[in-house]
Nanobody, 116 residues
């Protein structure tokens, strides 16, 4: 069994910054990709950013240049640095882990609200 613990969400004003962190624990296996998704009320869950084990990153067009994803393979952690936040970034953010052997795991979600 794998547990994903997220932290770092909160309320911030437009233009502000937040850092989300996710730590995987439990039956740790080789993790292929780690990433963050988000879901706003009434919308589908969408990919924000992900990163492969070798460090190749992928970002949604809406966050390119503002968000940075990184990971620590030794600690099984992934971090999302979010700068220049906009009201449209408001959503529940979910950590996602994809093992090499297949399947995926989700965190419980952390709320990010951007409002003045």
């Amino acid at each position: 069994q794998v547990q994903l613990v997220e932290s770092g969400g909160g309320l911030v004003q437009p233009g502000g910054s937040l850092t989300l962190s996710c730590a995987a624990s439990g039956s740790i296996f080789v993790i292929a990709a780690m990433g963050w998704y988000r879901q706003a009320p009434g919308k589908q869950r969408e990919l924000v950013a992900d990163i492969t084990r070798s460090g190749i990153t992928n970002y949604a067009d809406s966050v390119k240049g503002r968000f940075t994803i990184s990971r620590d393979n030794a600690k099984s952690t992934v971090t999302l640095q979010m700068n220049s936040l906009k009201p449209e970034d408001t959503a529940t953010y979910y950590c996602n882990v994809k093992p090499v052997i297949g399947g995926q795991y989700w965190g419980q979600g952390t709320q990010v609200s951007v409002s003045s």
